[in-house]
């Protein structure tokens, strides 16, 4: 695979990532969330880690 057929490709992958999303609204709002709530969990443990000893 050449590095223009790659770039194809990933552009490919990426045009139906965003077809699928805009299928999908509420799906994006849910991953949205989940990023959002694993952002938040990372935050709290890191805060948490520090104080075991």
């Known amino acids: 695979m050449t590095v ?3 770039e194809e490709h990933a ?3 990426t045009n139906k990532l965003t ?3 805009t299928d999908n609204p509420r799906l ?3 991953l949205f969330t989940i990023c959002l709530l ?3 969990a990372g935050s709290a ?3 948490n ?3 075991v000893a």
């Open 38 to 40: 694993l952002s938040q």
């Open 28 to 30: 994006m709002g849910v």
């Open 19 to 21: 077809a699928f999303l």
């Open 45 to 47: 443990a890191a805060a």
């Open 11 to 13: 552009m490919s992958e």
């Open 4 to 6: 223009r057929s790659q």
């Open 49 to 51: 880690g520090g104080t």
